[in-house]
């Protein structure tokens, strides 16, 4: 899978890393959170996906 994150969307509630915290990170310095490995088979990416509060999350198959 391909994770992107919409960090101008983000509200940095960290939700994510709760979620699939072995692909996304919080920076607490600018507030938002940010994809640590952008290619990830991790079906957490999937759950996280659909958590965050302001859909700013894309978890795409590869082809």
Do not use: H, Y
């Amino acid at each position: 899978m391909k994770v992107s994150l919409d960090w101008e969307k983000c509200i940095g509630c960290g939700v994510c890393t709760q979620v699939c915290p072995e692909v996304f990170t919080l920076d607490e310095k600018a507030g938002v959170a940010k994809v640590s490995r952008p290619e990830a088979a991790d079906r957490s990416v999937l759950e996280a996906e659909k958590s965050c509060p302001v859909n700013c999350i894309r978890a795409e198959k590869e082809a």
